[in-house]
């Protein structure tokens, strides 16, 4: 039996596979006897778990660090560790300018923890070595998520090589891990009750791993084995890249009922000029292609994306151009950024930046276009009849909360009985963010989900 006396405090920013990061360590430190708290106070030790995709990152980190250090100087012996892909990348620089630090270690060596924390105690440790593969054979498999959806992380590290993004960097090289274990882990998430899963990785799409079978099996061929899994009711997975899309996944939307109708298919810039300085490797015609297939087999799928504004040598007409194809598609939902400029990144070297005001404006206008499309995808759906996994109570007293199959937020009136169970719901109202909706007897599902 592990005695539970030690505090653990992570602080996560960043990705979903962050978030999964961040409770695959909170498993392994259990092991050591640390119970994860929600408050920093007195904790014996405190993980920061970074983000290096954007702006500040590391400004953030060491803001965040100044913070926290009163814990460590009110009690000596707490432990103060940075994890993620700032530590990765700014590894001797945070052990430089931050003295109280006592561990920096990458995202690939989180099942060494338990070693590094008990180094930890006597030194100073840094780690950002990349044996990915050892890191998910050793991690333990249980997955503590919300109880009803969990994150599976499928494939991590990414081969693409975008111009403007260190996650090649961070995370390191492609790597997918094995059916069998991504299966097994699958089931025992659902044996505690879990619904939904979301396979994760930076390029899941790129998903090639080893089938029991000797072969070698992509995302769509696992995601029919997933669904074959008593108890898992749901399926979703992100983010995918154009370029690795096969057919066996889009037919998956089609086949199998339990994989969402819905699509994170991030393609940054309509402006093939644009597309090419970013080594996309793909053009906004082929992106629109891949997207009428998808309509083809799901009419009904929603369409979310990710946007870079602002990248260097971007032209008021590059720029249109990104407006025409999100114009094209009708995004149900999308998140825009900002371009920023990452040390060690080609395009840090770019010249024609572009005036940060110039930026910001063409981010409001490509934002206020984002959430009219998204606005208008909610009304929509009004009047449709859809199955809700409610999965909390809502904010306002006797309602509950729970996610439509496009992964709209819906608000309905409900007993919390209810919370963990999949009901028909009829959507009556549409806003923004999220929906309102009331259960419904005896109506029929929409045509897509009889
Ligand atoms: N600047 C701005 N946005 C970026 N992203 C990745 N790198 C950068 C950067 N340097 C965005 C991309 C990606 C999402 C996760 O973050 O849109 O799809
Ligand atoms: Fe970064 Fe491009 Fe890889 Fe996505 S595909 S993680 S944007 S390099």
Redesign the pocket.
Known sequence: MVIMDKKLFIKTWG?QMNDYDSKRMADVLRSLGYETVSEPDDADMIILNTCH???KATDKVFSELGRLKVHKDNKKDTIMAVAGCVAQAEGDFIMKRAPYVDMVFGPQTYHLLPEMVIKATGQRVVNTDFPVEDKFDALPSENKGNGLTAFVAVQEGCDKF?T????PYTRGAEYSRPVSQIIDECKRVAKEGVKEVTLLGQNVNAYHGKSSDGGVWGLGELIREIAEINGIERIRYT?SHPNDMEDSLIYAHRDVDKLMPYLHL?V?SGSDEILKAMNRKHSADSYKEIIAKFREVRPDIAISG???VG?PGESEQDFEDTIKIVEDIKYASA????????PG?P?ANMMNLVHDKIASDRLARLQELLNKQQLEFNQNSVGMVVPVLFDKKGRVEGQIHGRTPYNQAIHVAGNERLIGEIVDVKITQARGNSLGGEIVISETTSKQYA
Not at 164 to 167: E, R, S
């Open positions: 990705c995709i954007r702006e975008c403007y993004c260190v996650v983010t991030p940054q990710d946007f870079i990248f998140y825009s950024f900002k371009y920023s400029a990452r990144t395009a």
